[in-house]
């Protein structure tokens, strides 16, 4: 396979599609999923816990992804295959990385917040008490492929070539505002802003794990790391 610059990029309807798609995960299917919770599955007979949305919510992602960005997805695994040492050695220094720079973050945000459980963090590790296999089959299998595909494959990947700075800035703010916009517009607070931060360190490593893994699964594979150990610390 012939590569070109640094990754191997989308073809333009790809990209057009995958950007569609990035709006419609991080704000359409929030109100069209709930709209059928409260109307419609009522008239069936049933309506869905906040775990079984959220599965369904990820699921349709992934099943849609790999409806249309097979082919990218297809290509990057090959890619990953193709030069498997170099995607573990961006997974574990990502990781690492990952590791020192929350704890930074965490750090400096003690001097600012008394509570540094955000909350999307606070509502994710309340089910996933309740419910550590779903969120397993979520945070681990759904939300690494949807998410990496979108923020880094399409987010990341389409803006790299042109601008790196950008790349790295555009696709950090939009996954961090991604997991907390909700609470952004529907319960603002100055602390919640701060809040945002917590993710930049992620967005950050995702992206850079990308950039020298040479395949959207290496921040795929890292993404699934992060949320394992998350979980389990949360269960344990």
């Known amino acids: 396979m012939k590569k070109k610059g640094f990754l191997h990029p989308m073809n333009q309807v790809e990209t057009i599609v995958g950007w569609v798609y990035v709006f419609v995960h991080m704000f359409a299917m929030v109100f069209i999923l709930s709209a059928l919770n409260s109307h419609v599955f009522p008239g069936l007979g049933f309506q869905l816990s906040s775990t079984w949305l959220n599965l369904l919510y990820y699921a349709v ?19 990953m295959c193709g030069n498997i040492m170099n995607t573990l050695v961006a997974v574990l220094a990502g990781f690492v990385a990952y590791i020192f720079l929350s704890g930074l973050v965490n750090y400096l945000l003690s001097f600012f917040l008394s509570d540094l459980t955000n909350p999307n963090t606070e509502a994710v590790n309340q ?8 969120m397993l089959v979520i945070g681990v299998l759904l939300a690494p492929v949807v998410e990496e595909t979108l923020f880094r494959g399409v987010v990341f990947g389409s803006l790299r070539p042109k601008n790196a700075v950008l790349a790295y800035l555009i696709s950090t703010l939009m996954f961090s505002f991604y997991h907390l916009w909700q609470s952004l517009v529907f319960s ?20 850079w794990c990308y950039d020298h893994g040479r395949s959207v699964w290496a921040p795929v594979f890292l993404h699934m790391i992060i949320n394992y150990v998350s979980i389990t610390v949360t269960i344990g």
Do not use: C, I, M
């Open 188 to 207: 603002f607070s100055p602390q919640t802003l701060l809040y945002l931060l917590q993710y930049v360190p992620a967005g950050l490593v995702l992206g």
């Open 127 to 134: 089910v996933t008490k309740l419910n550590p296999n779903k």
């Open 61 to 79: 992602g992934f099943f849609f992804l790999l409806g249309f960005l097979f082919h990218f997805l297809r290509e990057s695994f090959a890619d």
